[in-house]
């Protein structure tokens, strides 16, 4: 019987130790990585092959692990299929995490890019690229 494997990347030990004891009683192995660890773990090309081989999902979000099924803040980790017909380029894929990160950052461009981990000038680069509207972002804030 296969275990399963939840990766965790969370600056906060609190937010680990919580996810850990949570998961001990269901069979679940937590392999725990700060940010910095887990960023330089993707540099690593057998690191990111252990995480395609063998692991199903990662958790996402700052809200609590919902236990149902289904829950909200699980996201399926990507794996290949050679049947699949939705697969997105990558440029579609940067746009859309380059959107998040400006609607998250409130069309701060500047904290936007250090979360993407690009300079300031490539990420001002991209927005004209994919025709990416900062001020809408600002308005929402405004809005709410």
């Known amino acids: ?17 919580n996810t850990k004891k949570y998961w ?4 679940v192995t937590v392999q725990a990585y700060s940010s910095a660890q887990f960023r330089e773990g993707l540099d690593n090309a057998f690191f990111r092959q252990q ?6 999902a990662l958790a996402s979000g700052t ?25 997105q380029k990558m440029e579609e894929l940067e746009a859309h995490a380059i959107e998040n990160a400006i609607v998250q950052y409130k ?14 000038a490539t990420l001002y680069r991209k927005v004209k690229q994919y025709h990416i509207d900062p001020s809408a972002a600002r308005k929402k804030k405004v809005a709410a």
């Open 1 to 17: 019987m296969s275990r399963t494997v939840m990766i965790v990347v969370s600056d906060s030990q609190e937010t680990i130790e």
């Open 24 to 27: 001990e009683n269901h069979d």
């Open 51 to 56: 995480l395609v081989a063998g692991v199903p």
């Open 63 to 87: 809200s609590p692990i919902n236990s149902d099924v289904g829950g909200g803040n699980v996201i399926q980790f990507p794996t290949p299929t050679a049947t699949s017909s939705s697969v």
């Open 107 to 120: 069309g701060n461009l500047t904290e936007a890019a250090k979360a993407l981990g690009i300079g300031r």
